[in-house]
């Protein structure tokens, strides 16, 4: 596997805080204005990755306080939060190895700093009728989650066909196919990544109940967004840092030190430290979102996503004038571009 420091992991998919803040921002943004232009989030999705909109529609002030309400970025961070929680169960349950479980999470953090929550619910998996429409919005997260898993289980070699993971857990394996491309081309196709469960091995392969507690702390840090922030060594370093303060069987800054001496980093032990802290930081204030938590962004989820009595009614009305519609009225949506 290459070196981290020459990865596209390292030259494409490390930010500062205000450029992630600036990537959740658009992206919510952009599927807001979906909404306001198509009064849906909702496109469908091809097994190419081709997306497509339904026409846009045409609103008055009078139906302004009866459309959607989009979900806000702090909603949408605890859509991901969830579902990321319901990957590591599916990994668990399949019994993956800790680097699918981190890849498929990694994988599953980078399709949504793409796109928004709101977005990418196929059309054939919202219509399903065997499906409640409580069910409809956790579908589409779902789909996203075990394309995330099998696309991880394909780049680590340890391969489970789409059929047998569809089946583990009873969704149509097609379903995984059919998004699969769409994954590939969010993660504009970088799929090697590097994650810290690696690094604790190589920095502490001789003691084994340190290590076993690192990667307790490293599952911790893995749910936020340190990820999307910090090198795998910095983030195994920071799980260390605390399994030691359990253990206690290293000099902490000692042996930071002669890390740093012994990789010639240009980083300081004062930089170093700082970056351990603010990796604790994130792990501080991860919030799981509660139950109502869940049941109100639902709502809001299947309301953008046109499952409401109001928007049913109206789409019985624009069923009944389609005749009067103008071909010139259809419109592509935004592309990966």
Not at 162 to 186: R, W
Request: glycine residues 2%; aromatic residues 10%; contains cysteine.
């Amino acid at each position: 596997m290459a070196d981290f420091h020459t990865s596209t992991h390292r030259a494409n998919w490390i930010f500062s805080p205000q450029e992630l803040v600036e990537k959740y921002k658009a992206a919510n943004q952009r599927a807001i204005q979906t909404l306001e232009k198509y009064g849906t989030t909702q496109m469908e999705v091809d097994a190419d990755g081709s997306l497509s909109y339904p026409e846009p529609i045409a609103r008055d002030n009078a139906d302004k306080h009866s459309r959607p309400k989009p979900l806000n970025i702090e909603e949408e961070q605890f859509m991901r939060v969830f579902y990321e929680n319901k990957l590591r169960e599916v990994c668990s349950a399949f019994y993956f190895p800790n680097k699918i479980q981190a890849t498929a999470l990694i994988y599953f953090k980078r399709f949504y700093l793409q796109w928004s929550v709101m977005e990418h619910h196929p059309k054939h998996i919202m219509y399903d009728s065997s499906k409640s429409l409580s069910d409809t919005s956790s579908n589409a997260l779902y789909l996203c989650m075990l394309t995330c898993v099998y696309a991880a289980c394909k780049i680590e070699e340890n391969h489970v066909s789409a059929e047998e993971l569809g089946k583990g857990i009873s969704q149509d394996h097609q379903m995984i196919l059919n998004y699969e491309m769409i994954v590939y081309q969010s993660l504009e196709f970088d799929l090697i990544v590097y994650a810290p469960y690696r690094s604790v091995e190589g920095f502490v392969n001789d003691m084994e109940d340190l290590q076993e507690t690192a990667r307790l702390e490293v599952d911790k840090i893995m749910l936020t967004d340190a990820p999307h922030l910090f090198p795998p060594g910095q983030l195994a370093l920071a799980a260390l840092r605390n399994a030691n303060e359990m253990h206690r069987v290293l000099d902490f800054e000692g042996y930071l030190r002669r890390i740093l001496a012994r990789q010639n980093s240009k980083h300081t032990i004062l930089q170093l430290i700082e970056s351990l802290d603010a990796i604790d930081a994130w792990v501080r204030k991860y919030k799981f979102p509660t139950e109502k938590d869940m049941k109100h962004i639902n709502r809001k989820l299947k309301s953008c996503w046109g499952h409401s009595s109001h928007d049913d009614s109206k789409k019985r009305e624009k069923k009944r004038h389609k005749s009067h519609k103008s071909l010139n009225e259809a419109h592509n949506g935004p592309t990966l571009a």
